[in-house]
């Protein structure tokens, strides 16, 4: 998936009012999502994001990763993204990686997903993996 098709598809997913709103909230989940993973899943997974989004979600990942579920996940989104926006870290979390869940191969997300707590697999659009 091309960067443009992402950004549209997370654009109409998040009922966004514009582009740069579409893309404040897909930096705000890439790098709560970049805390969240192994340096190593961070690395396979940006390797197969479009455009600088790869950059994005490596630019947030340290040495280790932090251990937290789906409602903290949620609730960084929202602190991230809260000086512009205010639409909630639920919304922009399921825009933006139920996007990240069809840009990736079937393999990666299993790998992804296999990696997360139970919760994590209904934000990628894919509950039946939970």
Known sequence: MKYQAFMARV??????????EAAQATEAV???????????EA???ASQLPGRLGEVLQGARGDTHEAFGVTEFQRRVTER???VRARGGAQDAHAV?????E?????ELNQLISQLPSGYAALFGKPELT
């Open 11 to 20: 654009r109409d997913r998040g009922e966004y009012a514009d582009r740069k």
């Open 30 to 40: 890439l790098r709560v999502l970049g805390e969240r993973l192994t340096p190593h």
């Open 43 to 45: 690395d396979d997974l």
């Open 81 to 83: 993204a809260a000086p």
């Open 97 to 101: 990686l139920s996007t990240v869940g």
């Open 103 to 107: 840009a990736v191969s079937g393999g």
